[in-house]
């Protein structure tokens, strides 16, 4: 694949095989063979509870280890090859820390940019419109109506990603972990909490 | 519907296995997902084996081993959908 193969923000041809597969999948939901929402349904399970593994135990490490944090912060690309994770959708990777003042959340307002290889596929609603246009323009209500209601205290930081730099938000680790091993600590992070919809 | 079949997609193995890092699976592309969803889907839908897919995947894979993966996926479901007559060759890309 390309190196900019999620790039909508230049448009470019799709490859053939991607063509094909596009026009297989509108033709099984013509026949009626796949009800529309059924691979999405398959994908989710895919999205939740596999892709998003990668990113978790980036979290976790992270949270145990403030060298690593430091370096993560500084920068994420390089420090999720330390543990394994990278490719082309992970170039440019910029990790935003959650405090108790400062809450980030991630959009992509032109597409659907998105660090693939710590998260794995996208959310249907992350490329959705009215998340990418609600996200910038009233990203407390957006929140709140999404279960996250955040103190007006809070500062709420929307990142805008590209093909030029994809952003994972590093959530707080939740009060009363501090004897749970790595392991047990990457279970509790979950795929909302790295885009910034949710916090742990 | 039984989603997914993990157990039979973990049983891949050789040349059939998905790409895979730190023993996950590894798409490089928003296509590639849907297109693994998509055969998964198909099987469930038709009734079918894995193993029905599986076969195909391998000889796919065995016509034209320099191809990458998803591409020999995408044939192997289409191979798939025309062995059972779900789709005619002239509604094909």
């Known amino acids: 694949m390309s190196e900019h193969d999620d790039d909508h923000h230049h448009p470019r041809p799709i490859s053939p095989v991607e063509a094909r597969a596009q026009a297989l999948e509108q033709l099984l939901e013509e026949k009626g063979l796949i009800p529309p929402g059924f691979i999405d349904a398959v994908v989710t399970a895919y999205e939740k509870d596999i892709g998003p593994m990668n990113g978790a135990r980036v979290v976790a490490r992270a949270w145990i280890d403030p060298t690593y944090r430091t370096r993560l912060l500084a920068d994420g690309t390089a420090a999720i090859a330390e543990l394994g994770f990278g490719g082309p959708e992970g170039n440019h990777l910029r990790v935003v820390e959650n405090t108790p003042a400062v809450h980030n959340v991630v959009v992509c307002t032109l597409c659907s940019c998105y660090p693939w290889p710590v998260l794995g596929l996208p959310p249907t609603w992350y490329k959705s419109a009215p998340y990418r246009a609600r996200m910038v323009r009233e990203p407390r209500v957006l929140l709140r109506e999404m279960g996250l209601a955040l103190p007006e205290s809070v500062e709420i930081r929307v990142w805008d990603s590209s093909a030029e730099i994809r952003y994972m938000v590093l959530p707080e680790r939740p009060a009363g972990s501090e004897t749970l091993s790595e392991e047990d600590l990457a279970a509790l992070v979950t795929r909302d909490a790295m885009i910034g919809t949710a916090r742990l | ?93």
Do not use: C, H
């Open chain 2, 1 to 93: 519907m039984s989603i997914p079949p993990d157990a039979a997609v973990r049983e891949m193995t050789g040349s059939a296995a998905p790409p895979r890092r730190n023993g996950e699976l590894v798409f490089e592309a928003p296509w590639q997902g849907r297109a693994f969803g998509m055969a998964i889907a198909v099987v469930e839908r038709l009734g079918l084996q894995w193993k029905d897919f599986q076969q195909r995947l391998i000889a796919a894979i065995a016509t034209d081993p320099e191809r990458p993966y998803y591409d020999s996926w995408v044939t192997a479901l289409e191979q798939l959908l025309l062995d059972y007559r779900v789709v005619r060759p002239d509604e094909l890309r």
